[in-house]
C-alpha cells in the first residue's frame, strides 16, 4: 500500500516461490474472521479448525491476531468445484468458543502460487483500505530483488482482491524460515502499527 491508500499488488522483492501450475486454478480465496471469548491458549479452536474437511489446496491452520489474541482468523482457497459456504459442522463446533463472527469476506486471486513443500508457518494481512486499479492483475505482477535475494524461497503467496469493492486486499504468506515477517514489511505494512495504517495482521504463532 503506498503512501496515497494506492493498494500495490507485488511479489515482495526478498522472496520467492516455486510455482505449481494446475489445469483447475484458483477461484476464490475465502476468509472468516472471528473473535474468540478466550485466547486459545490450550489449542481447543484451533484443532476444531484443523479438523474441518480438506479440499484441493494445502489447510491453512488457525491465525492468530499479533495484537489481540482473541482474534483469529481463517482462510481457505477454492477451486470451481468446491462450495463457498462455511462448514456448519465446524461453525457447530466452534460456537461455544467464539463471541462474535463477522461476515465471510470473498477475494478474487491476484496471485495464487505454492510450492510442492507445505509451509512451516503463516503470516496474513488483511485491510479494506486502498483501491485496486483495475487490469492490475498476475501478468503485471513485477518481481524484484538481486540474485543474493531471489534465492530465498518461501512456500505460498495468495494476494486477492475483493469480489464485491474496488477497496482492500488479502495477503497470505506460507513461509520455511523468517521470510513471511520479511515478505509483509515487503509490502509496506509495518507490523508495530498495523492497525494504524488500516491492517490486520495474523499468524499461526502459539496465543
Same mark, same amino acid.
Given at each position: 500500500?503506498?503512501?496515497?491508500?494506492?493498494?500495490?499488488?507485488?511479489?515482495?522483492?526478498?522472496?520467492?516461490?516455486?510455482?505449481?501450475?494446475?489445469?483447475?486454478?484458483?477461484?476464490?480465496?475465502?476468509?472468516?474472521?472471528?473473535?474468540?471469548?478466550?485466547?486459545?491458549?490450550?489449542?481447543?479452536?484451533?484443532?476444531?479448525?484443523?479438523?474441518?474437511?480438506?479440499?484441493?489446496?494445502?489447510?491453512?491452520?488457525?491465525?492468530?491476531?499479533?495484537?489481540?489474541?482473541?482474534?483469529?482468523?481463517?482462510?481457505?482457497?477454492?477451486?470451481?468445484?468446491?462450495?463457498?459456504?462455511?462448514?456448519?459442522?465446524?461453525? %457447530? !463446533?466452534?460456537?461455544? /468458543?467464539?463471541?462474535?463472527? #463477522?461476515?465471510?469476506?470473498?477475494?478474487?486471486? *491476484? &496471485?495464487? +502460487?505454492? =510450492?510442492?513443500?507445505?509451509?512451516?508457518?503463516?503470516?496474513?494481512?488483511?485491510?479494506?483500505?486502498?483501491?485496486?486499479?483495475?487490469?492490475?492483475?498476475?501478468?503485471?505482477?513485477?518481481?524484484?530483488?538481486?540474485?543474493?535475494?531471489?534465492?530465498?524461497?518461501?512456500?505460498?503467496?495468495?494476494?486477492?482482491?475483493?469480489?464485491?469493492?474496488?477497496?482492500?486486499?488479502?495477503?497470505?504468506?506460507?513461509?520455511?524460515?523468517?521470510?513471511?515477517? %520479511? !515478505?509483509?514489511?515487503? /509490502?509496506?505494512?509495518?507490523? #508495530?502499527?498495523?492497525?494504524?495504517?488500516?491492517? *490486520? &495482521?495474523? +499468524?499461526? =504463532?502459539?496465543?
Amino acid at each position: 500500500m503506498t503512501g496515497d491508500g494506492t493498494v500495490m499488488t507485488r511479489t515482495p522483492a526478498r522472496v520467492k516461490v516455486e510455482d505449481m501450475s494446475t489445469d483447475n486454478p484458483i477461484r476464490m480465496l475465502v476468509l472468516e474472521e472471528f473473535r474468540l471469548r478466550d485466547a486459545d491458549v490450550d489449542g481447543a479452536a484451533a484443532r476444531i479448525v484443523a479438523a474441518m474437511p480438506r479440499g484441493i489446496e494445502p489447510f491453512i491452520p488457525l491465525l492468530t491476531s499479533i495484537e489481540d489474541h482473541r482474534d483469529v482468523a481463517m482462510i481457505r482457497a477454492l477451486h470451481a468445484d468446491e462450495s463457498t459456504a462455511s462448514d456448519a459442522g465446524q461453525r %457447530a !463446533a466452534l460456537s461455544p /468458543l467464539v463471541s462474535s463472527w #463477522a461476515a465471510p469476506k470473498h477475494y478474487a486471486p *491476484r &496471485i495464487a +502460487e505454492r =510450492s510442492t513443500s507445505p509451509p512451516a508457518s503463516y503470516r496474513l494481512a488483511v485491510t479494506e483500505f486502498g483501491f485496486n486499479m483495475r487490469g492490475d492483475d498476475q501478468e503485471n505482477v513485477a518481481v524484484g530483488g538481486d540474485d543474493e535475494t531471489a534465492t530465498r524461497a518461501i512456500g505460498l503467496v495468495w494476494i486477492g482482491a475483493p469480489i464485491d469493492t474496488e477497496a482492500g486486499l488479502v495477503v497470505l504468506i506460507g513461509n520455511y524460515d523468517d521470510t513471511a515477517t %520479511a !515478505a509483509v514489511r515487503g /509490502l509496506a505494512w509495518p507490523l #508495530a502499527f498495523s492497525r494504524q495504517v488500516g491492517v *490486520r &495482521i495474523y +499468524e499461526n =504463532s502459539p496465543a
